[in-house]
T-cell receptor, first 113, second 114 residues
Framework: EDKVVQSPLSLVVHEGDTVTLNCSYEVTNFRSLLWYKQEKKAPTFLFMLTSSGIEKKSGRLSSILDKKELFSILNITATQTGDSAVYLCAVIHGSGNTGKLIFGQGTTLQVKP | DGGITQSPKYLFRKEGQNVTLSCEQN?????MYWYRQDPGQGLRLIYY???????QKGDIAEGYSVSREKKESFPLTVTSAQKNPTAFYLC?????????????FGNGTRLTVT
């Protein structure tokens, strides 16, 4: 069965801390892995990772994929209260033109002042 | 501005009634998706459509129906057969078919059935 598992499920830190969120997957015909940030409503896209070992970076956020060990991490350095959100990991998989997206359960991050 | 519009934002219905959630996009995307999100769980795929007049069941399609008569529109009907319909529903789109393309999401519809 195809699945995406995130850990931890929830995390509470203080401003300035660095956090690492984990996402592991088992799918057939892996294509790419995505990270989203969801505050109140629509998830907003953060990163798409298709190649192993290449770090993607955007400000204080960075992410990397390990296709051999089937996982990805999302790092947030110098956390701020505005980073409080649910972080969703998703994997696109499938063959031909039928790419499907499977989401993990999400990690709820709370950053305290 | 291009985007995905879901309406209404909040919806209340009594048990036994069918209800239709609207999703419209002006991004010219081929593929559209419906997800359901429950507290403590990730998004689960209900239905998806790769092209007009075609759609496929996702992982939790029972009790739901969709149509894709126009490229821009992908309405979702929650029928009385859906045993636990109260949830947050998210519509998304991508192009060309989700392969190497991140999904763009609408702002969601929160459905409460009593």
């Amino acid at each position: 069965e195809d699945k995406v598992v995130q850990s931890p499920l929830s995390l509470v830190v203080h401003e300035g801390d660095t956090v690492t969120l984990n996402c592991s997957y088992e799918v057939t015909n892996f294509r790419s892995l995505l990270w989203y940030k969801q505050e109140k409503k629509a998830p907003t896209f953060l990163f798409m990772l298709t190649s192993s070992g290449i770090e993607k970076k955007s400000g204080r956020l960075s992410s990397i994929l390990d296709k051999k060990e089937l996982f990805s991490i999302l790092n947030i350095t110098a956390t701020q209260t505005g980073d409080s959100a649910v972080y969703l990991c998703a994997v696109i998989h499938g063959s031909g033109n039928t790419g499907k997206l499977i989401f993990g359960q999400g990690t709820t991050l709370q950053v305290k002042p | 501005d291009g985007g995905i519009t879901q309406s209404p934002k909040y919806l209340f219905r009594k048990e036994g009634q069918n209800v239709t959630l609207s999703c419209e996009q002006n991004l010219n995307h081929d593929a559209m998706y419906w997800y359901r999100q429950d507290p403590g769980q990730g998004l689960r795929l209900i239905y998806y459509s790769q092209i007009v007049n075609d759609f496929q069941k996702g992982d939790i399609a029972e009790g739901y129906s969709v149509s894709r008569e126009k490229k821009e529109s992908f309405p979702l009907t929650v029928t009385s057969a859906q045993k636990n319909p109260t949830a947050f529903y998210l519509c998304a789109s991508s192009t060309p078919s989700g392969y190497n393309s991140p999904l763009h999401f609408g702002n969601g519809t929160r459905l409460t059935v009593t």
